[in-house]
């Protein structure tokens, strides 16, 4: 989900100029998602002028853009006590209440700014926030809003598709994972920063590359997580690959991308005792997945759990009768099995 920069907007011309200067430069490193840089400037700006609010908030959001929660729960809470409620600050503090679970805070701040098209993103959280109470028609009910205001957001489709599987309405979920199929394509396909990343790590050297990468990531969006750890795997920096995918695990459990690519980057690197919860989770979340199912099997297998390797791979076969090497290697493990307890 894309942070919400329309704060850095605001007017300049009531700061001192050192203070301006700075923070000029830092709206522009947030607009290329270079927060780490923008944080530096931010701070340099507020010792120019630290009793200036706007800027403040500014600099709590790039702590947040960065991962830095408790650092920008102090600065949004500052802000909160020098100037009273403000939607801005209250959406942030949403979801920061969100990130630590405390869902009915996050409730309460997030549902007046549901429906302002200041906040398009509200809903979405919303949704979440009261599915995190066990709200489900609640909870469903802001997600198909999030839905229709953000229909290329692939977030928004996966969770929603979510919801409708865990309350029985298995043809709404499969039109959403659709719209998820689709939307995620369309990211792929369109985000400038994500091909400058597959690029790099096409053309030069993997340290070199990692700073463009590390562009793509947003440390409070398990999506772009994701996408940031496909990129590594599918160019063979699978050891890259693990944190951004963990941090997304994190984020979102129920995400099975997360927890499969997670298993295979682990198993591309021989870490087969790590591999193995991740793909076990990845095969609960989506039990009909061939990949899954297949990597399980391998992990448990060379793990010498044979045991356990024989009801997977049988489940792989089934998905695929006509795979001669599947068949062959559930031949093998029954093979194995016969006559063991």
């Known amino acids: 989900m894309k942070i919400l920069l329309c704060i850095l907007c605001l007017s300049l011309q009531a700061w001192s100029q050192g203070a301006a200067t700075h923070a000029a430069k830092?709206?522009?490193?947030?607009?290329?998602?270079?927060?780490?840089?923008?944080g530096a400037e931010f701070e340099q700006a507020i010792a120019a002028d630290p009793s200036n609010n706007a800027l403040r908030l500014q600099y709590a959001t790039c702590l947040f853009a960065q991962g830095h929660n408790a650092e920008a729960r102090q600065q949004f809470e500052e802000v909160k006590n020098r100037l009273g409620d403000s939607p801005a600050v209250n959406?942030?503090?949403?979801?920061?209440?969100?990130?630590?679970?405390?869902?009915?805070?996050?409730?309460?701040?997030?549902?007046?700014?549901?429906?302002?098209?200041?906040?398009?993103?509200?809903?979405f959280y919303l949704g979440l926030a009261y599915l995190g109470t066990g709200a489900a028609l609640e909870g469903t009910k802001y997600l198909e809003q999030a839905a229709r205001r953000n229909p290329h957001e692939a977030e928004v489709h996966y969770r929603l598709a979510r919801a409708y599987s865990q309350s029985g309405r298995e043809a709404d979920a499969a039109k959403e994972y659709e719209s998820?199929?689709?939307?995620?394509?369309?990211?792929?396909?369109?985000?400038?920063?994500?091909?400058?990343?597959?690029?790099?790590?096409?053309?030069r050297p993997l340290p070199e590359a990692r700073g463009t990468c590390q562009r793509v990531a947003d440390p409070n969006d398990p999506e772009r997580l994701i996408v940031l750890g496909q990129l590594y795997g599918e160019n063979g920096a699978f050891a890259e690959a693990i944190e951004p995918l963990q941090q997304a695990a994190t984020l979102d459990p129920n995400s099975f991308e997360a927890w499969h690519n997670l298993g295979l980057s682990l198993f591309r690197l021989k870490r087969y005792a790590d591999a193995r919860r991740p793909l076990e989770r990845a095969a609960e979340l989506n039990p009909s997945f061939f990949d899954?199912?297949?990597?399980?099997?391998?992990?448990?297998?060379?793990?010498?759990?044979?045991?356990?390797?024989?009801?997977?791979?049988?489940?792989?076969?089934?998905?695929?009768?006509?795979?001669?090497?599947?068949?062959?290697?559930?031949?093998?493990?029954?093979?194995?099995?016969?006559?063991?307890?």
């Open 292 to 341: 899954t199912l297949n990597l399980l099997a391998a992990t448990l297998y060379v793990l010498g759990d044979d045991a356990a390797a024989l009801p997977v791979l049988e489940k792989a076969h089934a998905l695929k009768p006509d795979d001669a090497q599947i068949t062959a290697a559930l031949e093998q493990l029954r093979a194995a099995r016969k006559g063991k307890p």
């Open 180 to 203: 998820y199929r689709q939307s995620r394509a369309e990211f792929r396909a369109t985000e400038q920063v994500v091909r400058a990343c597959n690029e790099d790590l096409h053309n």
């Open 91 to 123: 959406y942030y503090l949403g979801r920061l209440d969100l990130l630590d679970n405390n869902y009915s805070a996050a409730i309460q701040k997030l549902r007046p700014l549901a429906s302002s098209p200041d906040f398009p993103q509200a809903a």
């Open 26 to 38: 830092a709206a522009r490193l947030m607009e290329d998602r270079l927060f780490g840089d923008a």
